[in-house]
Nanobody, 128 residues
Framework: QVQLVESGGGLVQAGGSLRLSCAASGRTFATYAGAWFRQGPGEEREFVAAISRSEISTNYLDSVQGRFTISRDNVKNMLYLQMNNLKPEDTGVYYC?????????????????????WGQGTQVTVSS
């Protein structure tokens, strides 16, 4: 089993920045791909960004490409999401997730079904 705890959410004005953190415990974090998803008000949960276990590969939602950066620290068992130039449409609950199984060095999936462990979420609100 793995436990994931997000932090760093909050209220920010459009154009501002936030850095989300996700602390992982209970597993060999370095052997699994990680990702961030979000769920806006009245919307389905959607993929935001993913990173392979070795940091070789990353994937981003088109609308956040160039504004968000996903990273990880396998020594500290941490996953991060740096969010810059935030927009009101970025508002939602942000979840970190880890793949169900150990991943290859290049594996950074977008599909929710590939992720078996989830945090409780952290609220991000961007005001216009």
């Amino acid at each position: 089993q793995v436990q994931l705890v997000e932090s760093g959410g909050g209220l920010v004005q459009a154009g501002g920045s936030l850095r989300l953190s996700c602390a992982a415990s209970g597993r060999t974090f370095a052997t699994y791909a990680g990702a961030w998803f979000r769920q806006g008000p009245g919307e389905e949960r959607e993929f935001v960004a993913a990173i392979s276990r070795s940091e070789i590969s990353t994937n981003y939602l088109d609308s956040v490409q160039g504004r968000f950066t996903i990273s990880r620290d396998n020594v500290k068992n941490m996953l991060y999401l740096q969010m810059n130039n935030l927009k009101p449409e970025d508002t939602g609950v942000y979840y970190c997730a880890v793949t169900r199984f150990a991943a290859s060095s290049y594996y950074a999936p977008r599909l929710q079904a590939q992720y078996g462990f989830w945090g409780q979420g952290t609220q991000v609100t961007v005001s216009s």
